[in-house]
């Protein structure tokens, strides 16, 4: 899939004037900012998970 995906990339950057080198660098960064959308999507779904739970009175916390 990551190779279709670059394909495009690859056509555009040298039409733009992006050395090709270039590619690498931009995939690589996209993949560290792509695992940083994922961990804060996944702790949002969870936060709203629990907070519903709660808020309808099905999870009972252990008293502090």
């Known amino acids: 899939m990551l190779f279709i995906a670059t394909l495009p990339l690859a056509f555009w950057s040298t039409v733009v004037g992006v050395p090709s080198e270039g590619i690498a660098v931009i995939l690589?960064?996209?993949?560290?900012?792509?695992?940083?959308?994922?961990?804060?999507?996944?702790?949002?779904?969870?936060?709203?998970?629990?907070?519903?739970t709660r808020i309808e009175g099905r999870l009972s916390l252990p008293p502090e």
């Open 28 to 52: 690589g960064v996209g993949r560290l900012l792509d695992m940083r959308r994922t961990i804060l999507n996944v702790t949002g779904d969870i936060t709203a998970a629990l907070w519903v």
